[in-house]
């Protein structure tokens, strides 16, 4: 089983997203559903993803999703979540933005000195966005708006156009609700 943490972290490390924080017992069939206060029901989370997680009665879907965000390190995980915002947001990945802004400047994305760009416009917005109270984190529009002032700031650097125009500018948005 994949999960986000090795049995060795099971104690220490968010079982979904693998930070490293105060974790806290969680319910995997929740108390009002009848779930029980034993060790089989319970799993060991931290506070962003108790708050994120399935209340259910049965107790398969808890491991679905714990299961489904398995990923090799915390970082990845939020980085990833800040991501998927970004693209809902912007209808384009972070990867094509950087891309097309370096294109525009001649650098290929393979260029060394494109991962030190990207580095150094991601250490200047670094300050620039902070935690709502009582959520020790970064959410993730957060980190979806501080990706889109990096590439603002990076294309600023460059001397590019920013938002580069998209294809399917002009067309009607697919509003969320509806997208499946
Ligand atoms: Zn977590």
Redesign the pocket.
């Known amino acids: 089983m994949w999960l986000?943490v090795g049995r060795s972290e099971a104690e220490t490390h968010?079982?979904?997203?693998?930070?490293e924080?105060k974790l806290q017992r969680c319910h995997i069939i929740p108390d009002p559903l009848g779930g029980k206060d034993e060790p089989g029901n319970i799993v060991l989370?931290?506070?962003?993803?108790?708050t994120e997680g399935p209340n259910v009665t049965d107790p398969e879907i808890m491991w679905d999703w714990i299961r489904a965000y398995g990923v090799p390190f915390?970082e990845t995980?939020w980085n990833i979540r800040g991501m998927q915002e970004y693209k809902f947001i912007y209808h384009k990945s972070l990867s094509d933005e950087i891309s097309d802004i370096l294109r525009q400047a001649n650098i290929s994305p393979d260029d060394e000195r494109a991962g030190r760009l990207i580095k150094e416009n991601l250490q200047s917005v670094h300050d620039k966005g902070s935690i709502h109270f009582g959520q020790p984190y970064l959410n993730t529009a957060t980190m979806a708006g501080l990706y889109r002032m990096m590439l603002k700031h990076l294309a600023e650097t460059l001397g590019v156009c920013f938002p580069v125009a998209a294809a399917d500018e002009g067309k009607p948005r697919t509003p969320w609700w509806s997208i499946t």
């Open positions: 986000s968010c079982w979904r997203c693998g930070c924080k989370l931290c506070s962003r993803c108790h915390y995980f």
